[in-house]
């Protein structure tokens, strides 16, 4: 079985700011985790993804995510937000190593609302 | 297309009403899920195709709840005799198959049941 959890429902920071959100897993098997992002009545879009490679991860838009395996923990960050970063960020994880019926699921967390106050 | 496409993109209905909502994924996508999104609240998985077959099940809510997929492409999932907690947006993703990795997800298909 696999889960999500992501701590803070919503976040607020003001611009240039530093943010961080945060995402704890677990997983049977060893994961793929991803961040998403969806932009208001939209779909969702991947941010970045960790699949074994490189434990730090950077994706689009100036975001990036370290896998830490000890604390199962896949959080994201952005040295310098920008107001056109108010979204909202979902944590994934995949058991795409997984044989048999779920492989290829993925699990998502409640997702973190991010707003970016001028 | 380009991307997933989903229709329709609202959709009013009556309480006891019967919905179909359609998914068209990205051309060669063998993988096909669908997603119900709550407000406030994350995506709860509901179905996943691999081609045609449907190994995982597990998330349809109700015997309500049934989904299709014909012809390895667009699926279609049908909700009977809706109640006002079916009211969600529906997203369908795609993905390349096992093991690929990230899903491509359409907008969405916002369901409201008076």
């Known amino acids: 079985a696999q889960s999500v959890t992501q701590l803070g429902s919503h976040v607020s920071v003001s611009e240039g700011a530093l943010v961080l959100l945060r995402c704890n897993y677990s997983?049977?098997?060893?994961?793929?985790l991803f961040w998403y992002v969806q932009y208001p009545n939209q779909g969702l879009q991947l941010l970045l993804k960790?699949?074994?490679?490189?434990?730090l991860v950077k994706g689009i838009n100036g975001f990036e995510a370290e896998f830490n395996k000890s604390q199962t923990s896949f959080h994201l960050r952005k040295p310098s937000v920008h107001i056109s970063d108010t979204a909202e960020y979902f944590c994934?994880?995949?058991?795409?190593?997984?044989?048999?019926?779920?492989?290829?699921?993925?699990?998502f967390g409640d997702g973190t609302t991010l707003t970016v106050k001028p | 297309g380009a991307g997933v496409s989903q229709s329709p993109s609202n959709k009013v209905t009556e309480k006891g009403k019967d919905v179909e909502l359609r998914c068209d994924p990205i051309?060669?996508?063998?993988?096909l899920y669908w997603y119900r999104q709550s407000l406030g609240q994350g995506l709860e998985f509901l179905i996943y195709?691999?081609?045609?077959?449907?190994?995982?099940k597990s998330g349809l809510p109700s015997d309500r709840f049934s989904a299709e997929r014909t012809g390895g492409s667009v699926s279609t999932l049908t909700i009977q005799r809706t109640q006002q907690e079916d009211s969600a947006v529906y997203l369908c993703?795609?993905?390349?198959?096992?093991?690929?990795?990230?899903?491509?997800f359409g907008e969405g298909s916002r369901l409201t049941v008076l």
């Open positions: 993703a795609s993905s390349l198959g096992p093991g690929s990795g990230e899903l491509f």
């Open positions: 997983s049977s098997v060893p994961p793929y």
């Open positions: 960790y699949t074994s490679a490189a434990t």
């Open positions: 994934a994880v995949s058991d795409e190593r997984q044989a048999g019926t779920n492989a290829g699921k993925s699990t």
């Open positions: 051309s060669g996508h063998t993988a």
């Open positions: 195709f691999q081609g045609n077959s449907a190994p995982d």
